[in-house]
């Protein structure tokens, strides 16, 4: 709950008229996953749990690799002594860095420009090496692009506690008063307007995108690596310029400096 709200589990549960099981724990405790495992039998793990705001990550190196580093080992290591050995991991595709060219595909080098990349790019590591040890793990490493949208109910989007590290939260926020105007981080970028261009991919989509990856590992001991993208890449502009098109209104803004560890462009092949 770093960064979210009980409010969101209530609202699932109402969505799917269901009852969900709940355990507020740091994801470094091994000793609160271990009495998690303890009290019930897991098919697999779908690991999101993690820090994720490139420019805090630069402020902040040693929370980044302590909270994301850290929980993914705790979390293998407490997976193996119960014999759970499915990982669905929550990568980024910020593990490629500033890629020589675009739309980037699953085997482009690795190089993170980043303290947060380089912790998502140092748990693959981990996680690959898990699986030469040991290839009866069943592992997938889903690179994400960048997850945007909501619920088609309205019910569950992203409501950033602080002010929001995405995009289209803070446009959102911007809209309805709650920010003065939006800031744009670089506008000098080889881009066609200037601003950075990323692959949005709606965050219902990318949920799917786990359900699948989950559903292949069952009874198939594999390493797999994916990217979760649409192949498509948008500037910042563009999707303001789209949210005050839906929205039918203005999106105040203004250029400010890049973010230390920002890149021009990326958007992934989907072609995998």
Request: some cysteine; aromatic content about 10%.
């Amino acid at each position: 709950l770093f960064n979210s709200s009980l409010e969101s589990l209530k609202r699932i549960e109402k969505l799917y008229d269901c009852n969900i099981s709940f355990h507020k724990v740091d994801v470094r405790d091994k000793e609160a996953i271990r009495n998690i495992f303890e009290q019930y039998t897991f098919c697999g793990v779908i690991h999101f749990a993690g820090l994720k705001a490139v420019g805090t990550s630069v402020l902040k190196p040693i929370e980044y690799y302590d909270v994301n580093l850290g929980g993914a080992i705790a979390m293998a290591e407490i997976m193996k002594e119960f014999g759970c050995k499915t990982f669905v991991f929550s990568s980024s595709a910020t593990v490629y860095g500033d890629p020589d060219s675009v739309p980037i595909k699953e085997d482009f080098p690795l190089s993170a420009t980043n303290p947060y990349g380089r912790s998502k790019l140092m748990i693959e590591d981990f996680l690959r090496d898990i699986y030469i040890s040991d290839n009866s793990w069943s592992i997938v490493l889903l690179r994400y692009f960048n997850p945007v949208g909501a619920h088609k109910s309205g019910l569950i989007g992203e409501d950033s506690k602080d002010i929001p590290n995405n995009l289209m939260p803070y446009i959102a926020q911007v809209t309805v008063g709650k920010l003065e105007k939006l800031s744009v981080f670089g506008g000098d970028y080889a881009t066609p307007d200037g601003t950075g261009v990323r692959d949005y991919i709606h965050v219902v989509d990318l949920a799917k995108g786990h359900v699948k990856a989950l559903q292949s590992l069952k009874n198939n001991s594999q390493l797999l690596t994916v990217n979760l993208g649409t192949g498509v890449g948008h500037s910042v502009l563009e999707m303001v310029k789209a949210f005050e098109k839906a929205s039918g209104k203005k999106v105040p803004f203004e250029i400010v400096p890049r973010r230390a560890g920002d890149i021009a462009s990326y958007y992934s092949d989907s072609g995998y």
